[in-house]
């Protein structure tokens, strides 16, 4: 490819780039201005609305008060609150009513005509309590337009106007025979609930400028598991665009976020650890609002709440004389295959890794997961086999790395003989030429070793991605450990150790141990550098050490599955050093590799490291140079 190719290529890509910059900048342009064009015909609506004469609506007949048919007028028409549908519907008491199937029980509030409370059946809590996802009063659903005055659905209880075993049907009047309809359908065995919002004759009363009316939410999250960092640290609020595959968040692992969303939103979920509450709409969000706030630890064990999420959305609205603006909620678990067969994308909430390592999880583990299921209940026994199979599937690269690292070890003695003749430091890049010449006649690769484990990396990678956000392993027990996908403990202390915790894990301390024989062996395997004495502790003792401390308060799954791995790789190195490598005719190999090596043309790469090496020698020649002339000076001055 010559140099105009690739010119034109990047001038290509800085064009798309500047289009699609500019592109968004003047759609996002676009959208605020009618975020601005709508508040000010809120706040004309609200300058400008007919007031309406208390004293003339105490002159009107009594038929027209009690019937509420009050004279309509052509244009905009405020309702009345004196004595009027609303005022008694502000005042009125709520009732409440109940849909519920095989998975959900919903319990539904008049006031405001939203779910008060939901719980999700054949599941519990951590303590073995009923799973409310939605806890009495703990949830604040309301559409928020203007008429006169600002209105807000949650403030006036409506009225049931018909409910059934599936369907339930609730209004708000106004006067003039119009009307807000709130229709929730809860089909059999699922977890969606269908939500339709029904407008009809309201386009007298809201203002026909207003092209946007709001959707708010506001949700306390409870307590669901065992411990506050493992279920902090995987909930949040996700969000889709339309036609997106993937979706965002506002982030992990912080105390509070929040998010301006200037475009189309498809939905949101207030995500907990193992359970969401999702608002589709079916016509998408025009934008709003997202925020959540943790509470602190002594709040969460105290009350019993994990986080507040609050949504300020807005939905496309047409003044017609009837409206329905689509929606529908799901309540439930965060279990991959359930969430992906709703067909929304609801399954990337669950948070399996990037490209790489959510194929991995998706594609490997969770169908190895569901096929070993259907034959074993157990866990546990579960992830031992899943843990084999893996071992089983990178063998060949575990085999390369013992052969690769086998290699150097029988060059063992050769390198000692080159760190005796060159003990100083001053002589570091002769020792290195000197040993990267005997690596170079022999064969042997450096990174031979190091590669093979790199591409491992994705598969641990993909396990510390996968067991915390396993619903499957959600309050499944194993030996000692109650609950897989939380930490298990075998010593709760009275005191809290920073970064550490409250209690011992012994799963965590197992998979410590088991690191540190694993380093150890491979450490006594390998020539031994002086100079890289400091690394070889770090290794053998900081990094086990360090592990535990991470892994106390993570899944005990998680360490559990790394306590195998380490065990299954020691086993796997012992039988292959024992029948599978012989060293001595690995060492005459190399020999014999050695004595035939013809000398090679230098690689640029080559060159330019030797260069660098010749002028670093070069470098120390002559600070050595100076510092025996100022001794020499100071010598002669005495």
């Known amino acids: 490819m010559n140099k105009n190719t690739v010119l034109g290529f990047v001038l290509i890509g800085i064009i798309l780039i500047g289009f699609s910059w500019y592109n968004t900048k003047v759609f996002n342009e676009q959208q605020r201005a009618q975020f601005v064009a709508d508040s000010i015909a809120q706040a ?149 609930v269908k939500f ?127 409206v329905t603006i689509p929606f529908e909620f799901y309540f439930g678990p965060n279990h991959y295959k359930t969430l992906k067969s709703y067909d929304y994308g609801f399954e990337k909430i669950v948070p399996l890794g990037g490209w790489l390592i959510g194929w991995i999880n998706r594609v490997i583990i969770i169908n190895c997961f569901d096929f070993l299921s259907k034959f074993i209940s157990n866990y546990g026994l579960i992830i031992l086999l899943l843990t084999i199979f893996i071992k089983i599937i990178i063998f060949p690269l575990t085999y390369k790395s013992y052969v690769s690292s086998a290699k150097m070890r029988v060059l063992k003695p050769e390198i000692e003989k080159i760190n005796a003749k060159y003990p100083k430091k001053e002589d570091a890049m002769k020792k290195q030429q000197e040993t990267m010449a005997l690596y170079s006649k022999t064969g042997v690769s450096m990174f031979g070793g190091c590669l093979p484990m790199l591409l491992q990396f994705p598969i641990l990678f993909a396990m510390f991605r996968f067991f915390p956000a396993s619903f499957e392993l959600r309050q499944e027990g194993f030996l000692w450990a109650k609950d897989l996908s939380g930490y298990d403990s075998i010593l709760d202390l009275p005191f809290n150790i920073p970064l550490y915790g409250d209690h011992v894990s012994l799963f965590a301390l197992l998979m410590g141990i088991s690191m540190f024989f694993y380093s150890k062996m491979n450490m006594d395997q390998m020539p031994q550098d002086p100079n890289m004495a400091g690394m070889r502790g770090m290794q053998l003792y900081f990094m086990p050490i360090f592990m535990v401390v991470l892994c106390n308060n993570f899944s005990s799954g998680l360490s559990y599955y790394y306590m195998l791995s380490n065990i299954i790789t020691l086993i796997q190195t012992w039988v292959i050093r024992k029948f599978f490598v012989d060293e001595k005719k690995i060492y005459a190999q190399l020999q014999a590799k050695a004595s035939n090596a013809k000398a090679k043309p230098k690689s640029k790469w080559q060159m330019r490291l030797e260069e660098m090496q010749r002028q670093q020698a070069e470098l120390q020649r002559q600070q050595q140079a100076k510092r025996r002339e100022m001794d020499r000076r100071m010598q002669n001055k005495k």
């Open 44 to 192: 004309e609506a609200l300058k400008n609305a007919p007031k309406i004469d208390s004293a003339a609506i105490q002159a009107l007949p009594d038929s027209l008060i009690t019937t509420h048919q009050l004279p309509a007028h052509d244009a905009y028409q405020a309702p009345v609150y004196a004595d009027s549908l609303l005022e008694a519907a502000s005042k009125a008491e709520a009732q409440y009513y109940t849909l519920e199937n095989e998975k959900l029980k919903i319990v539904f509030t008049t006031k405001g005509a939203q779910p008060s409370q939901v719980l999700v059946k054949d599941y519990y809590t951590h303590d073995s309590l009923d799973l409310n996802l939605l806890k009495k009063d703990a949830s604040k659903f309301a559409l928020s337009f203007y008429t006169d005055q600002q209105i807000s659905t949650d403030d006036f209880v409506f009225t049931k106007v018909s409910s059934d075993d599936t369907s339930l049907v609730m209004r708000l009047n106004f006067a003039g025979n119009a009307y807000i309809d709130y229709i929730y359908t809860l089909p059999a065995d699922s977890y969606m």
């Open 196 to 322: 339709d919002v029904n407008m009809v004759g309201m386009n007298r009363y809201i203002s026909r400028n207003l092209s946007q009316i709001g959707v708010d939410w506001d949700l306390v999250i409870p307590r669901l598991e065992k411990g506050y960092d493992n279920e902090k640290n995987y909930s949040t609020i996700v969000y889709k665009y339309p036609n997106e595959r993937d979706v965002e968040d506002l982030g992990l692992r912080k105390e509070a976020s929040s998010e301006e969303l200037n475009t189309k939103v498809e939905w949101f979920a207030f995500q907990q650890q193992f359970f969401s509450s999702i608002l589709v709409a079916q016509n998408d969000f025009t934008g709003g609002n997202l925020s959540y706030k943790f509470n602190t630890p002594d709040g969460y064990y105290a009350t019993g709440e994990l986080m507040e999420c609050n949504a300020s959305m807005q939905v496309e609205y047409n003044a017609a004389e009837n």
